[in-house]
């Protein structure tokens, strides 16, 4: 029954490994994203994916990329993982006017 | 580029009422967002503002005045489990903006 659901919660990984962090969403929404909180709570847009469009914000670097097999799916996909990319990351799905979005229960990733 | 502006914290005792204020400089505004984030959980969306005016629901309204670029969440007879952070956010936007998020502490 879960709207937006993503695996893993927890995910602790050396330095320089590559990961990837599942969502689904099953509320038939045609646009997720991906999202970045730090610790000091600063939410950042990562990603945003809508009927096949990729939107990408610029600052995020290209080690992180989005792939979607299906309108439900959205996974995070992270290659030579570095300290800095400690963090929480969310899933979110919106409504068609975009207006509104639901959020995973987030991936805590530790980089060690 | 885009930003909001809320302040880092606000607090109130229970059964008071607050206001956390949103200032935005953004090109191509949609409309204004709130979501509330409890420690250790997911952001929630609480309301959307698209149109100038207040908009209420239960214990909680959201201003916006698009003019003034200012938006504003108020909320009512405060309780303890409000203790959370607020974050503004750009609404209908493809890449929505968020602002820093205000920490509310509620004390009894």
């Known amino acids: 029954d879960t709207a937006v659901s993503q695996t893993p919660k927890y995910l602790v990984t050396q330095m320089g490994n590559d990961k990837s962090i599942k969502c689904e969403q099953n509320l038939g929404h045609d646009t997720m994203y991906w999202y970045k909180q730090d610790s000091k709570k600063f939410l950042k847009i990562m990603f945003s994916?809508?009927?096949?469009?990729?939107?990408i914000n610029e600052t995020v670097p290209n080690r992180f990329s989005p792939k979607s097999p299906d309108k439900a799916h959205l996974n995070l996909h992270i290659n030579s993982l570095e300290l800095g990319d400690s963090a929480v990351y969310f899933c979110?799905?919106?409504?068609?006017?975009?207006?509104?979005?639901?959020f995973g229960q987030g991936t805590r990733l530790t980089v060690v | 580029g885009q930003s909001l502006e809320q302040p880092s914290e606000v607090t109130a005792v229970e059964g008071a009422i607050v206001q956390i204020n949103c200032t935005y400089q953004t090109s191509g505004f949609y409309g204004l967002s709130w979501y509330q984030q409890h420690d250790g959980g997911a952001p929630t969306f609480l309301s959307y503002?698209?149109?100038?005016g207040l908009e209420e629901t239960g214990r909680f309204s959201s201003f916006l005045s698009r003019s003034d670029s200012y938006g504003y969440l108020l909320l009512q007879e405060l309780q303890m489990k409000d203790s959370a952070s607020y974050f503004c956010a750009e609404g209908g936007s493809y890449i929505p903006t968020f602002g820093r998020g205000t920490s509310l502490i509620v004390h009894p």
């Open positions: 979110a799905s919106s409504t068609r006017d975009r207006r509104e979005a639901f």
């Open positions: 994916y809508n009927n096949k469009e990729l939107i």
């Open positions: 503002n698209a149109l100038d």
